[in-house]
């Protein structure tokens, strides 16, 4: 059983930054991509950013110049850094792997940014 697990979620004023790690159970560079999603209150769960094997990334355009996505092979690791964050960042993180074709989500962590 594939596992993903988020962390780094917490609360930062507006302006500050987070930095998301999503560790998998799975060798990491056995996963096609890798993706960050976002849901807040009320809303659908949103794409942020995507992140290819080969390290091709795609970014929503609300997170364009202010997040990146990343990943570590060595630590079977992704990462969401985010800069610059606004209060409408507020939203459950999700983790997505898509591992031999099959998706795999891990069980979220909370951003709050505080105005």
């Known amino acids: 059983q594939v596992q993903l697990v988020e962390s780094g979620g917490g609360l930062v004023q507006a302006g500050g930054s987070l930095r998301l790690a999503c560790t998998t159970s799975?060798?990491?560079?056995?996963?096609?991509?890798m993706y960050w999603y976002r849901q807040a209150p009320g809303k659908q769960r949103d794409l942020v950013a995507g992140?290819?094997?080969?390290?091709?990334?795609n970014y929503a355009d609300s997170a364009k110049g202010r997040f990146t996505i990343s990943r570590d092979n060595r630590k079977n690791t992704a990462y969401l850094q985010m800069n610059s964050l606004k209060p409408e960042d507020t939203a459950i993180y999700y983790c997505?792997?898509?591992?031999?074709?099959?998706?795999?989500w891990g069980q979220g962590t909370q951003v709050t940014v505080s105005s």
């Open positions: 992140i290819t094997r080969g390290g091709t990334t």
């Open positions: 997505k792997g898509n591992f031999f074709g099959t998706e795999y």
């Open positions: 799975a060798i990491l560079s056995d996963f096609n991509a």
